[in-house]
């Protein structure tokens, strides 16, 4: 499996119109600096698919093994170990849907880590695995009181679980699909298991009054958390500052775009015996929070807006970035016509997965270095 270096790829200079340069230039300078992302790619890397295996995902797990490096993913109860950064597909583990070993047949979010893989399993529990996809426990979810009307375990919205390793904890969050009145009442998002005492706790926290005006929006209406370093972090969608957790603290710190923003709700339409609600496209929004374990450094991701180009509408994005002390450094921006803005963290850099790709054998992903 080969690594090309994308100054080697004249299809996509030619539709980009981009010059790439081998050495990020993000200024040593503490203060705030803005540029284009694209300047910061290094090189892409193609991982292999076999027939079974349509698409992957945008966001694939590292792990350095006995000094070897490898991908893993999770893709339609298979579970794909991939060389690194070569990308050759090295094994392929089954898992099953039902009977002892069963995961469940509705998954809505999975997490792999050094001590199993986890499973949102049918919306009534945590599954955990070995890598050889034999269940090592299973843990209920929550009851939930009844102003959150349901409860949505999931990891949508660019959310994931995390395993906080030394404490045997895993942060599982309450994500809504769509935020209602009767929700915006509501506190107990973020759930912690505690692995060893079997104890549920919540991370509690509630909506700012303005998202009253964002009901029923389901791109206004949906949050998004990372966990860094003992701090919750909560990024609102129409929200410029983060809201930060950190043991009995709640505070907020300063997240916001160096661009001028317009959030705009959608709308509710008819559709046959439907009212369907359609999200204003052009609005801005804050999306999902990256974190960058080797660099120390936070990405927020942010779509800014549509342009028009060559007939096309490309959503305009960047991520804002922050240290691990929650200043803001910079904002680095782009669209989506090449790569999409969710990804993974490697000691190598950061990887986004190409929007156009070349080939049904293989897919790509661009590293990004930004070396702060």
Not at 120 to 147: A, C, H, M, Q, Y
Not at 211 to 230: C, I, R, T, W
Request: net charge negative; charged share 25%.
């Amino acid at each position: 499996m080969k690594k090309v270096d994308l100054r080697n790829l004249g299809f996509f200079l030619a539709v980009i119109g981009i010059s790439f340069s081998c050495s990020p230039r993000i200024p040593k300078s503490p203060e705030f600096f803005t540029g284009d992302l694209h300047e910061y790619i290094v090189d892409t890397i193609y991982l292999e698919k076999d027939t079974k295996t349509k698409i992957l995902p945008s966001d694939l797990t590292y792990f350095e093994i006995d000094g070897e490096e490898f991908l893993y993913a999770f893709v339609n109860y298979r579970l794909l170990k991939y060389s690194f950064p070569g990308g050759e597909l090295l094994a392929v583990q089954e898992f099953e849907k039902e009977g002892p070993d069963g995961i469940g047949t509705w998954i809505a979010g999975s997490l792999i880590t050094e001590d199993g893989l986890f499973f949102i399993s049918d919306n009534k529990e945590i599954v955990r695995t070995d890598f050889k996809g034999k269940v090592i426990d299973r843990n209920e979810l929550p009851l939930i009181e009844e102003d959150r009307l349901s409860a949505n375990f999931n990891t949508m919205n660019g959310n994931s679980m995390t395993w906080i390793s030394s404490g045997k904890k895993l942060i599982v969050l309450d994500v809504p699909f769509v935020l209602m009145e009767q929700k915006l009442s509501y506190e107990d998002w973020v759930w912690v298991f505690d692995f060893d005492t079997g104890v549920k706790s919540t991370i509690s926290f509630s909506y700012p009054e303005k998202y009253q005006a964002f009901l029923g929006d389901p791109e206004l209406g949906v949050y998004s958390h990372k966990y860094v370093s003992g701090k919750h972090l909560i990024s609102f969608p129409a929200t410029d500052s983060l809201l930060v957790l950190e043991g009995e603290k709640e505070f907020w710190v300063d997240g916001k775009s160096s661009k001028q923003l317009m959030f705009e709700k959608g709308k509710v339409e008819p559709q046959g015996e439907w009212m369907v609600f359609l999200p204003n496209l052009n609005s801005s929004r804050y999306k999902w929070l990256l974190y960058d374990p080797y660099r120390k450094i936070i990405l927020r991701h942010l779509v800014i807006g549509a342009e028009e180009r060559n007939d096309l509408k490309l959503e305009k994005n960047s991520f804002i970035i922050l240290d691990e002390q929650l200043s803001k450094k910079g904002e680095l921006f782009f669209t989506n016509e090449m790569f999409s803005g969710f990804g993974f963290f490697t000691p190598q850099g950061l990887y986004l997965k190409l929007v156009p790709q070349q080939s049904d054998d293989y897919e790509g992903y661009v590293r990004i270095l930004l070396d702060l």
